[in-house]
């Protein structure tokens, strides 16, 4: 952790670097879209990031609110990203991704009729 720490950083580089987005270019595209907002206004990717901000970042069902605690420099290990931000995300918002993933994978395309014996047996598995 000897690593300096900056005063400011772009936002979709900060997104990037605390392993919210997999990649810049990911960070940026959610930005542009208007999925990352900095005091419930949408924020361009190039706006300066300061410590105490909290950004609300939306990510498919799940929508994410972190508190900026620190600037890397860059991208940090998943072991050190809570030196650098405060994850306020509520729980629910977790149970929703969950409960989500359960309901992709009961999910029956149309037309394929009844689930067989097997797909009944796998379905009893998982909730059991």
Known sequence: MNEPIAATARLDKWLWAIRLFKTRALA????????????????????DV????????????????????????????AKLVAGYCLDLTPP?????????????????????????KRDRRALDRLFS
């Open 28 to 47: 940026t595209d959610a930005c542009r879209a208007g999925s990352v907002l900095i005091g419930d206004q949408p924020a361009k990717p190039a706006r």
């Open 92 to 116: 629910e918002e977790f149970a929703k991704a969950r409960e989500q993933h359960v309901q992709h994978l009961l999910a029956r395309e149309k037309g394929s009729g009844r689930p067989t």
């Open 50 to 77: 300061r410590a105490g901000e909290t950004i609300v970042v939306r990510q498919g069902v799940i929508t994410r609110t972190v508190q900026v605690t620190g600037i890397p420099r860059s991208r940090v290990g």
